[in-house]
């Protein structure tokens, strides 16, 4: 594997590596979510025309909340309250003018692993999701949803999908994840076979519901270990230890003219994603068609050295 790895992680900026068989890429184990309920969710794209690279959610009428693994990468489009993946006849599209990362984000471990994008104007259609900032204790139910692909190198999901996944106790979640590092600004959830966020849902929400049936956002999907595997919790950028970056951004935003302050272009060349600590761990984002086609050829190359 380790020639596949090599290569898996020099490859361009959302480049995600999928280290065969064993693990699932899309909302593992989900089933689509009501059409209409969840509208806050912003799909990230990289051109007017694009699919959705990375998840997001509406906070505030100008404001996005996604992962900060998910910024830098071009991704200067959003489309928010749209249930499929394209977003070309029910959401709204818009121009992101700003990406601010959280300032102790540490992109190599994921830690703080979240970011807010400002918005050209505001979307007046769609009612921002609240955000909570209360501890999430373990065991407690959370939802997650996005439009990852489907199955392991396949096409991501059409629609929006959705999967309840068990909070985790960090200290139970760090063991579960050794050698990799669970602080405190990180929020462990799942570890069920089967059941599971994936690439292509980075930055997308963890959410919890009140007794009224309310929905509030309490992480955003980060990194794991593999995808779906028994006793391997998916991670999340808590947010009840970002509260003072993000309450901020509760309230609409000042924006600034599209003339002096532009959207993060688009790279013209492909760049490196910086190395995670090892090449286990790796942010949920979508790994371009680019991408899966050289996966494609070194997952040849390997299965001819097996034989």
């Not at 849902?201 to 593999?226: M, Q, R």
Request: charged content about 20%; aromatic content about 6%; overall charge negative.
């Amino acid at each position: 594997m380790k020639i596949f790895y090599a290569l898996a992680t020099s490859l361009i900026a959302f480049a995600a590596a999928d280290d065969g068989g064993d693990n699932q890429i899309e909302i593992v184990g989900g089933k689509e979510a009501a059409v209409g309920k969840h509208r806050y969710l912003a799909g990230l794209k990289r051109s007017a025309t694009a699919t959705s690279s990375c998840g997001g959610s509406l906070i505030a009428p100008n404001v996005i909340l996604t992962a900060a693994h998910c910024t830098g990468n071009g991704l200067s489009y959003a489309v928010v309250g749209s249930h499929y993946l394209t977003g070309s006849s029910d959401g709204e599209l818009v121009k992101v003018i700003q990406e601010i990362k959280h300032p102790k984000n540490n992109p190599s471990t994921f830690s703080n692993d979240v970011a807010i994008l400002i918005l050209e104007r505001d979307i007046t259609s769609i009612a921002p999701v609240e955000v909570s900032f209360d501890a999430v204790p373990a065991g407690v139910l959370t939802w997650v949803r996005g439009w990852g692909t489907t199955s392991s190198g396949g096409t991501q999901s059409q629609v929006l999908k959705e999967v309840s996944v068990a909070a985790w106790d960090n200290a139970k979640a760090a063991t579960a994840l050794k050698p990799q590092t669970v602080d405190a600004t990180m929020l462990a959830a799942g570890g069920l076979a089967g059941e599971d966020s994936c690439q292509g849902d980075s930055g997308g929400p963890l959410t919890i519901e009140d007794s009224t049936g309310s929905e509030k956002i309490v992480g955003v999907v980060s990194w794991g270990l593999g995808c779906a595997v028994q006793g391997k919790p998916g991670v999340y950028g808590r947010l009840s230890t970002a509260r003072d970056f993000i309450e901020p951004y509760l309230k609409k935003s000042p924006t600034t003219s599209p003339a002096t302050k532009k959207p993060t272009p688009a790279p013209t060349t492909a760049k490196p994603t910086p190395a995670p600590r090892t090449t286990t761990r790796r942010p949920k984002i979508q790994v371009e068609e680019e991408t899966n086609s050289i996966l494609d050829e070194v997952q040849y190359i390997q299965d001819g050295d097996d034989n």
